[in-house]
């Protein structure tokens, strides 16, 4: 079972870049890795996904170094409604493990 | 596309009563997923399909808890009978291994928010 490992939780001010940074240990060599976001009251949204180096897309960047041991998720200039929690997955691709585990997520605080 | 949609949004009853949530995926979509979301617990896989049979339901409770989905467009999880332990938000989602690279690549519903009383 893939499990990985990220901050509880983590503060900011608008405007700044945040990074949130994963720990992939168990990852398999077909899996790839997922960023969701989840506001309150609402089922979590897909953001990112990669298999290795860097994937950019309109939200965000996703670095995932040679190893492939962790990822970083790296939000630009944020703003109040980036509070969220952030969950980060391993697996989902054919040959790998198929049943996703999010964990407890990490609290993203964005402060004025 | 109108993405997954669920209901209902919200349900009420008392313990001991069937409850019965239901899911229509993306069209196109070949895996299904429900989820339950409590504070203790998290977000939890319950059960998840392919090509609308169950592959793996171990996240499944117990034998109070079962999901079916006949075609490929709609899915139930079913409660009978429920309990107040049972509350929680249960979110159904959907994706395609066809389409992209990952599974994981889901697509949530909005969630039904179950008390049970």
């Known amino acids: 079972l893939a499990k990985t490992t990220q901050p509880i939780s983590m503060d900011s001010y608008e405007g700044q870049e945040v990074n949130i940074t994963c720990s992939h240990n168990n990852i398999a060599t077909n899996d790839y890795i997922t960023w969701y976001q989840q506001f309150p009251s609402q089922g979590p949204r897909f953001i990112i996904q990669g298999y290795k180096t860097k994937v950019t897309n309109e939200v965000a960047s996703l670095f995932i170094p040679a190893d492939r041991k962790s990822s970083t998720l790296s939000l630009p200039r944020v703003s109040l409604s980036d509070t969220a929690v952030y969950y980060c997955?391993?697996?989902?691709?054919?040959?790998?493990?198929?049943?996703?585990?999010f964990g407890r997520g990490t609290s993203l605080i964005v402060h004025p | 596309d109108a993405g997954v949609i669920q209901s209902p949004r919200h349900e009420v009853t008392e313990m001991g009563q069937e409850v019965t949530l239901r899911c229509k995926p993306i069209?196109?979509?070949?895996?299904l997923f429900w989820y339950r979301q409590t504070m203790m617990r998290g977000l939890e896989l319950l059960i998840y399909f392919n090509n609308n049979v169950p592959i793996d339901d171990s996240g499944m409770p117990e034998d109070r808890f079962s999901a079916k989905m006949p075609n490929a467009s709609f899915s139930t999880l079913k409660i009978q009978p429920s309990e107040p332990r049972d509350s929680a938000v249960y979110f159904c989602?959907?994706?395609?291994?066809?389409?992209?690279?990952?599974?994981?690549?889901?697509?949530f519903g909005p969630g039904t928010r179950l008390t049970v009383t």
């Open positions: 069209s196109g979509h070949d895996y």
């Open positions: 989602a959907s994706s395609s291994l066809a389409i992209r690279a990952s599974s994981y690549e889901q697509y």
């Open positions: 997955l391993n697996g989902g691709a054919s040959g790998g493990s198929y049943i996703p585990t």
